[in-house]
């Protein structure tokens, strides 16, 4: 049995949650980004709605937040799945056969890159390298790292993940 | 008395199940009426033992790996706590010859203390450095870090004592310490290993390096694919911070000197250290021309010293020990150690630290045992995704940047990543090029169109129908190869170019 990423509940974006998130980055140097990610840990994505806001509080154009949320792999722009799923693709994991092990999972969630599971619980993204790479192939789920993962292990993994995330739903109502 | 075990927080134990082990001994330990007090040290660097559990005993720390949770009531039951037998007992960890042929100076304490407690630090060495240096001018600080012959471990292998004196000698009322925690190369996690293991080294390795030149903040540009490694390094800072090792007193000098942890958002380009200093300061990843070079005008436009991790975890040795003892490893213009990293498929991976001169095949053989596949080594790139290539003909050139770039390639931050006879190089050259077009800044044109085109001339030379046409395109690659090189701004695109060169010089015949 391997670990088990705890669960990430986003908020639903609303511009006051939003302006109140990032005002601890007001005053300091360069915290554009810093800022982002806060939103995102919030939200689970970054909203187009907040780039104005980020804007004024930077003292930037729109223009130039724009440009540094596009340009980092990290941001999103739209709401993820319930987790985020990481799926190395550099050197060390391709040695360890990562290629045939990303074609299973993409298989078994029936979802590309930078898609979502039909279900709702899982993001597909790659990533290059987790510094694991003695131990490939790797997969992150949300901030956990999971080393020499097989198509068995994973679809294991997601199964606890989707049924924690379904008595979580239940739980919530 | 309670038996001391060590379970590592960090991302390699984690990452194969060490976290659900500190519930599984614990309840069995209660059950049984045992006293036990657990310890979260780093990892010594023995992937393929982890998750390594240690226990301290009367003769020293005796281990068990890899240990799952399956494992923990037998464990018990062979009164694994005063050292039994068993069947992943690996005894005195000390004395494995993986550890025992180690010459560990920058990663002595890594894996043997709770990697964040100031008074478990000191004990073995810790803050020796800093207490020298302070009684030092900041110009013989610089002066030992050069006579060291210690070069940047990020892979670009500059005297590091010469940047410092760079920036040393700046004028400015505010300068900056940036230390380069964006370990993008496949293949490397030694920053993360000593951040995660030892982390209070970097820390210290910081300061020194802020009272040598004269700067108050420092700031740890870290990967968001390191989450784990925030936490911890964070959690040190502050232990520093209580401890009176960071702030407006350091260590009782009156000096001035404070750390932060920034995060990076998943960009390759940001390693690059203009880039990075881009990031910092919060805008697009895009890289800036040089000159002005970041020791004169980086951080802000301040004078700010750019290191890497394991270049700055390494200065607090070199003050503790002296100069002339780290330059008494390693040979040539390569000196001191360097930690390297095997990985990919590999039998026994993990982080070996050496002096410079060990061969290749000896890291790969006596180290590593050889593939996990268990079939024949074909090919090893060393130096991150930037490096070049080698055959098994070329496994015995020693490790030491000169001989590397003699024999075209580069030894970097040390990644060794091993691929057995499975692999196809047409497949892993085009991969470069891939590689280069999705992380390039796009800010010059070698970089950012050249890649697509070399994946397209790739593709056209695998696909080609006779010899003729496949020569005319290697002719094409070749040439652009050449202007990515000369003409690109920065090492992304300057150095694509190895890894696919050496491909098609080494291994010809996949490209067809």
């Not at chain 2, 010469?162 to 293949?187: F, L, M, R």
């Not at chain 2, 998943?266 to 895009?286: D, H, M, V, W």
């Not at chain 2, 006879?421 to 169109?449: D, H, L, Q, W, Y």
Request: proline share 4%; aromatic share 8%; charged share 20%.
């Amino acid at each position: 049995m391997m670990p088990v990423a705890t669960p990430a509940r986003w908020q639903d974006f609303t511009l006051e949650l939003a302006t109140a998130a990032v005002q601890e980055f007001k005053d300091q140097p360069g915290a554009l980004i810093n800022a982002l990610h806060k939103l995102q840990e919030t939200f689970g994505y970054v909203d187009e709605a907040a780039m104005p806001m980020l804007a004024r509080l930077f003292n930037l154009s729109r223009a130039e937040v724009h440009g540094v949320t596009s340009f980092y792999h990290d941001f999103r722009r739209e709401k993820p799945g319930r987790y985020t799923v990481r799926v190395c693709q550099a050197e060390a994991c391709q040695a360890m056969g990562s290629e045939a092990l990303t074609d299973a999972i993409k298989q078994q969630l029936g979802c590309d890159f930078h898609e979502t599971s039909k279900d709702g619980n899982f993001t597909l993204e790659k990533v290059y390298c987790l510094g694991n790479c003695a131990c490939s192939p790797n997969v992150m789920v949300d901030k956990q790292t999971y080393g020499r993962v097989t198509a068995e292990s994973f679809k294991k993994l997601t199964a606890t993940l989707a049924s924690k995330a379904q008595s979580s739903k239940e739980g919530g109502k | 008395m309670a038996t001391r075990i060590y379970i590592p927080r960090e991302t390699t134990a984690s990452s194969l199940g060490a976290d659900l082990l500190i519930d599984a001994i614990t309840t069995e330990a209660k059950y049984r009426n045992l006293a036990i007090e657990i310890v979260r040290n780093g990892s010594r660097g023995a992937c393929f033992l982890e998750p390594l559990v240690e226990i301290e005993t009367a003769n020293g720390r005796v281990g068990y790996g890899p240990v799952q949770v399956e494992d923990v009531p037998d464990l018990f039951d062979a009164d694994f706590l005063k050292g039994g037998k068993h069947k992943l007992a690996l005894g005195n960890v000390e004395e494995l010859p993986w550890f025992k042929q180690q010459e560990r100076l920058t990663f002595a304490r890594c894996g043997l203390i709770d990697a964040t407690s100031v008074a478990e630090y000191k004990k073995l060495g810790g803050y020796v450095g800093l207490q020298s240096a302070l009684k030092m001018s900041g110009a013989d600080i610089v002066k030992a870090v050069l006579d060291s012959g210690l070069r940047g471990r990020g892979g670009a292998a500059f005297p590091t004592g010469i940047k410092w004196k760079t920036v040393h000698d700046a004028q400015g009322p505010q300068k900056y310490i940036v230390c380069n925690a964006d370990e993008g190369d496949s293949g490397t996690f030694a920053d993360r290993m000593i951040m995660e293991g030892d982390p209070l080294s970097l820390v210290e390795g910081m300061t020194i390096a802020g009272i040598a030149v004269g700067a108050t903040m420092g700031y740890i540009y870290l990967r968001s694919e390191y989450p784990l490694t925030q936490v911890i390094m964070n959690e040190a800072i502050a232990n520093a911070r209580a401890a009176g090792y960071l702030g407006n007193n350091v260590a009782g000098s009156g000096k001035k000197f404070e750390l932060e942890v920034r995060m990076g958002a998943g960009a390759y380009i940001c390693g690059e250290e203009t880039s990075l200093l881009e990031s910092l300061e919060g805008k697009r990843g895009q890289i800036r021309f040089k000159p002005p070079l970041p020791a004169l005008k980086g951080l802000f436009g301040k004078p700010t010293i750019v290191n890497n991790v394991i270049t700055l975890a390494t200065v607090p040795v070199i003050l503790e020990k002296g100069a002339k003892h780290y330059a008494g490893f390693g040979r040539g213009r390569s000196l001191g150690t360097l930690p390297f990293q095997i990985g990919g498929n590999i039998k026994r991976g993990g982080l070996v630290e050496k002096a410079f001169g060990l061969t290749l095949r000896q890291l790969i053989d006596d180290f590593g045992g050889g593939t996990a596949t268990g079939k024949p080594v074909r090919a090893v790139q060393v130096g991150g995704p930037l490096g070049a290539y080698f055959p098994d003909a070329l496994l015995d050139t020693p490790l030491d940047y000169e001989d590397f770039a003699k024999a075209g390639g580069m030894v970097g931050h040390g990644g060794v990543v091993v691929f057995d006879t499975s692999v196809n190089m047409a497949k892993m050259a085009r991969f470069s090029m891939e590689f280069c077009s999705a992380e390039s800044c796009g800010k010059c044109t070698p970089c950012r169109i050249g890649s697509v085109r070399g994946m397209e001339t790739i593709d056209r030379i695998v696909a080609a129908s006779n010899d003729g046409e496949r020569n005319k395109q290697h002719i094409i690659l070749k040439d652009l190869c050449e202007t990515m090189e000369s003409a690109s701004l920065c090492a992304m695109g300057g150095l694509t170019p190895m890894p696919v060169m050496s491909a098609v010089k080494h291994f010809k015949g996949d490209f067809q």
